[in-house]
């Protein structure tokens, strides 16, 4: 398993852009497909974006689609998201998510390897 550390969360206005990271321990991260989710109070974890092993393919959740884009560095052994045109309801906890292989529009259950979160607030 790899070991996962979300940054780059914080408070932002309505239309504002974020971008968060999250970096890997271990040697094997070019080995992963890697996902953010994001988790509001009183909600379950919900899938947000996800990225094969070498970049090569992508999906999203229809309410990110053409706001965010997920990326990855593998010589840094980190994932991004960068978020543009942010809206309040998207506050949330992010979370990145590790797994062997890639799958579209994961599920929570589908990961294995899960960082702490970072707090991402939108404000109107």
């Known amino acids: 398993q790899v070991q996962l550390v979300e940054s780059g969360g914080g408070l932002v206005q309505a239309g504002g852009s974020l971008r968060l990271s999250c970096a890997a321990s271990?040697?094997?991260?070019?080995?992963?497909?890697m996902a953010w989710f994001l988790q509001a109070p009183g909600k379950e974890r919900e899938f947000v974006a996800v990225?094969?092993?070498?970049?090569?393919?992508?999906d999203y959740a229809d309410s990110v689609k053409g706001r965010f884009t997920i990326s990855r560095h593998n010589g840094k052994n980190t994932v991004y998201l960068q978020m543009n045109s942010l809206k309040p309801e998207d506050t949330a906890v992010y979370y990145c998510?590790?797994?062997?292989?890639?799958?579209?529009?994961?599920?929570?259950?589908?990961?294995?390897?899960w960082g702490q979160g970072t707090q991402v607030t939108v404000s109107s």
């Open positions: 998510a590790a797994r062997r292989t890639y799958l579209p529009r994961p599920t929570f259950g589908d990961f294995g390897s």
């Open positions: 990225i094969s092993w070498n970049g090569g393919i992508t």
């Open positions: 271990g040697r094997t991260f070019g080995t992963y497909a």
